[in-house]
């Protein structure tokens, strides 16, 4: 059996030595290689042919790529390069990469075509400058055949070891049994839903309530699919740190932690896989990027055969081959078969995992935890401010070799926006000035930083990043999402501006990831309506949707909605205290553990004032504005079996979703809100392109967010199939049937 690879992988893997050195990045996005392959080829000859697909057998390797650029009547292949550095700033070994990927192809159109020699070229790019570097030399075929056997020689050994891999994965796959003796209610037709949606080719819309074991009925499916040979990489994708932790815990039950034949990695960011943070990452001045690539292949035949490679493991071995444990995750997520992480590792328009499947023509599987949140992630992903303060600060702190780029920024921030009045304004284009004078400012920091040995930090840096950004979303600027500018007027003797790329409508970004992979299933206990999720996330008519019965009885569950109480902006300071009473009057019926869930801390502090007011006896908690990890922990500390405490959070933030309080530490929550978004211009500037659309504006922009949150901070109360709890909805547009419908099909509610 041929071990299948691509050109670009196998040169990567034969052909990288010294130093991880990425002076010469930020690189060119997707979109800026592909406008400079598309300006390259438009200046060519007919006789040029672009993008030629070529194959080729050799020491049990199959080679297949597309070279860049061919014509048999010059007789040179190129592959083409972009680059934002100045040409002679790249560094030899990413050169050495390059040259190893065009000789393969040169290697390749010989053996198709019976030639005896071939000029082989790597064309480099400028993406700013349009300025086109041709570096060429002819090859006999005879020295390129030798060139592949020998890089396919190196290679040949981990191609065996993998295939070894895979063969043993997938009769562990076919022999895999459900962890447990029996699968929870509900847990089953997930687990079915997601098996079947990925045998055919499917995504779905998976709808189930909280505690019936998601992680794992998703995760069960997704691995038994890899014995059919079909499918190459599960990509687990979570929100936040607690969703990675299941996902890890149900992998561990499936693995063994390693003691079967399942490799599980988990990625995890930069700033918190980094050994030297006071270090740049390249040989000059951090220990673990030197000799990066020299070391690199022992240490990932080490984590290969670990199989287990969570962040510990991970930083295990690369601090025992004494290389950066952040890049051999990097590495290791082309190796392994199931990997964990954010969201933004898929999601994002830099994102490692979508790249690797484009590049490597992976069949993947795509799972996505507590779905609910991608719309606002990804919102968040596509987005980015540039604020004038920062830019300002830059000017006076860089390295006096750059202040005069900033400096010259200032011209075009201020008089692209200098008629502007008012304190916000949105625009519909970009200015063409300022875009330009940000490509400027990128270009030469990016050639300063290309001589640097030394971390750069600071404000400059940070300005430099969120241009690179913001240069990248002016590219794909379009109608979902809008410019948006701030006069922030607090020294009335220097009115400074942000400027800012808000996205709206994140479907364009993300529907070309869904179907980049074989079968995505998008999970949560609130995706209704699927309608909604389905236009936003760019998933298609054709998306299926599952709803998983619940497994709790209504009995467990009294959900209440008093009458004649309003939670409207104009109505809150007279809802203090009818609310602050009908929370008094349950816990004195009932005592126990609650918690309150206010619209904002100021609400919150004020109806906690008004319940203390009124029962001073009351244990009360308060969640506060930027809580650490610690605080959070302590605050839920307090709700034990036996205690009696009344806490209040905000809807919508750490404590309305992925808190566990089974049993009577928690059995009631009042939410005093409908969670809507508040009326600002950026949310009416949705309602009103989804009007344009569907009009379906007020529900896209308010009414469906604001549900979600309700609906996962109620989901806090009921836990296991022997809980019992109670919801107040203390507003009375939770009546209206717009409203009721959307909320879980199992509730009853009490009274009219």
């Known amino acids: 059996m041929n071990y299948p690879v691509s050109v670009r992988g196998l040169a990567a893997f034969t052909a990288k030595l010294g130093d991880l050195d990425l002076r010469f990045t930020p690189a060119p996005s997707a979109i800026d290689g592909i406008r400079g392959h598309q300006a390259v080829t438009a200046k060519r000859a007919a006789h040029w042919q672009p993008e030629v697909s070529l194959s080729l057998v050799c020491q ?87 060139f592949v056997k020998v890089s396919c020689q190196s290679f040949r050994a981990w191609a065996e070891m993998e295939l070894a891999h895979r063969r043993r994965r997938d009769a562990f796959s076919t022999g895999l049994n459900f962890p447990y003796p029996s699968f929870r209610v509900g847990q089953y037709e997930l687990a079915r839903g997601v098996y079947t949606a990925i045998s055919n080719g499917a995504s779905q819309l998976a709808q189930a309530t909280t505690g019936i074991g998601k992680t794992l009925a998703t995760l069960f499916p997704a ?21 990675r932790a299941l996902a890890l815990d149900a992998a561990d039950r ?71 444990p952040y890049y051999l995750a990097q590495e290791m997520s082309q190796w392994c078969d199931v990997v964990i992480g954010d969201y933004n590792y898929y999601f994002d328009a830099q994102a490692l995992l979508h790249a690797r499947t484009l590049e490597s023509g992976w069949r993947a599987v795509v799972l996505v935890d507590e779905a609910h949140n991608l719309v606002e992630r990804a919102r968040a992903m596509y987005s980015v401010v540039l604020d004038q303060a920062v830019l300002e600060a830059s000017a006076a702190q860089a390295p006096s070799a750059l202040r005069g780029a900033f400096k010259a920024l200032m011209p075009a921030w201020e008089n692209s926006f200098a008629r502007q009045t008012a304190a916000r304004a949105y625009y519909h284009e970009i200015p063409e000035a300022l875009l330009k004078a940000l490509q400027n400012l990128v270009s030469k920091v990016t050639d300063f930083l290309g001589d640097a040995a030394i971390r750069h930090d600071g404000p400059y840096m940070q300005f430099y990043f969120e241009a690179l950004a913001f240069i990248r979303l002016a590219d794909v600027f379009a109608d979902h999402s809008v410019l948006e500018v701030t006069l922030d007027e607090s020294d009335a003797l220097n009115v400074r501006t942000q400027i800012a790329i808000r996205n709206l409508i994140p479907s364009p970004h993300l529907a070309p990831r869904f179907a980049n992979a074989v079968s995505s299933t998008l999970f949560s206990a609130t995706l209704s309506p699927p309608e ?47 609310i602050a009473e009908q929370i008094i009057a349950q816990c004195d019926s009932e005592p126990g553990n609650y918690l309150v869930f206010a619209s ?90 989804i009007d344009q659309n569907n009009q379906q504006g007020f529900d896209y922009a308010y009414r469906y967010p604001g549900l979600q949150k309700v609906v996962q901070a109620a989901g806090r109360v009921v836990r296991t199939l022997t809980d019992t709890g109670v919801i107040y909805l203390l507003d009375d547009r939770y009546r209206r049937h717009e409203n009721r419908r959307l909320l879980p099909s199992w509730w009853r509610i009490e009274g009219p």
């Not at 691995?223 to 969703?243: H, I």
């Not at 034949?261 to 000059?284: I, N, Q, S, T």
């Open 60 to 146: 049990g390797i199959e080679l297949s790529g597309r070279c860049d650029l061919w014509s048999s009547e010059v007789g040179r292949v190129e592959e083409i390069k972009t680059h934002r550095v100045p040409i002679e700033r790249i560094p030899d070994n990413h050169c050495a990469l390059h040259w190893a990927q065009a000789k393969l192809y040169g290697a390749m159109l010989c053996e198709a075509q019976g030639l005896s020699q071939i000029e082989v070229g790597v064309l480099y790019y400028h993406v700013v400058s349009g300025e086109e570097t041709l570096q060429s030399e002819r090859f006999s075929a005879s020295d390129l055949a030798t």
């Open 223 to 243: 691995v038994k699919q890899m014995a059919r040979g079909e499918l190459d990489r599960v990509f687990f994708l979570t929100a936040k740190t607690p969703g």
């Open 254 to 324: 499936l693995s063994g932690r390693g003691e079967q034949p399942l490799r599980v990695l988990e990625l995890v960011a930069r700033d918190k896989a980094c050994e030297h943070p006071d270090k740049a990452c390249h040989g000059d001045s951090c220990p673990l990027a030197q000799g990066f690539y020299d070391r690199l292949p022992l240490a990932r035949v080490e984590a290969a055969q670990a199989r287990w490679l969570d962040r510990e493991r991970v930083r295990e071995i690369a601090l025992a081959y004494r290389v950066c």
């Open 532 to 578: 909604y999720h389905r236009g936003m996330l760019g998933l298609g008519e054709q998306t299926r949707v599952l709803d998983v019965p619940s497994p709790f009885d209504p009995s467990q569950l009294r959900v209440v909605i008093p009458p004649g109480l309003s939670t409207r902006y104009s109505d809150r300071a007279n809802s203090l205290g009818p």
């Open 600 to 689: 904002s801390y100021h609400y919150l502090q004020e109806l906690h004032a008004a319940v203390q007011q009124r029962a001073p006896a009351l244990a009360t908690q308060c969640q506060t504005a930027g809580m650490s990890e610690d605080q959070r922990s302590e605050f839920l500390a307090h709700f034990s079996e036996v205690s009696q405490i009344l806490g209040f959070a905000v809807l919508g933030g750490a404590f309305g979703e992925g808190v566990d309080l089974p049993g009577r530490r928690l059995i009631g929550a009042f939410i005093t809100t409908m969670g809507m978004p508040a009326n600002e211009p950026l949310t009416e500037l949705l309602r009103e392109r």
